[in-house]
């Protein structure tokens, strides 16, 4: 069974920096895609940041820039680097993994910046 668990969420002031890690198993990490989500209070989840088995990124046009994916395939661990963060970066941040026939979530992380 494919599992996902996120850590690194916490609370930051505008302008600082968090990493969010996401651990994988049950699966072959290194030949799915990855990524992140986040949902804010009374919004939709939105995409922030995907990456391909082969490492091909692509970001929302809101964190592009702020934001950097990364995988570590010996780890099967996928990273979510935030920087310059905003207020408006405040949200619960989910990990995903696309397994072709369906996509496994992670519980979440939740990241709020405010002074």
């Known amino acids: 069974q494919v599992q996902l668990v996120e850590s690194g969420g916490g609370l930051v002031q505008p302008g600082g920096s968090l990493r969010l890690s996401c651990v994988a198993s049950g699966s072959i990490f290194g030949i799915y895609a990855m990524g992140w989500y986040r949902q804010a209070p009374g919004k939709q989840r939105e995409l922030v940041a995907g990456?391909?088995?082969?490492?091909?990124?692509n970001y929302a046009d809101s964190v592009k820039g702020r934001f950097t994916i990364s995988r570590d395939n010996a780890r099967d661990t996928v990273y979510l680097q935030m920087t310059s963060l905003k207020p408006e970066d405040t949200a619960v941040y989910y990990c995903?993994?696309?397994?072709?026939?369906?996509?496994?979530w992670g519980q979440g992380t939740q990241v709020t910046v405010s002074s």
């Open positions: 990456i391909t088995s082969g490492g091909n990124t």
């Open positions: 995903y993994q696309d397994l072709r026939t369906r996509w496994a």
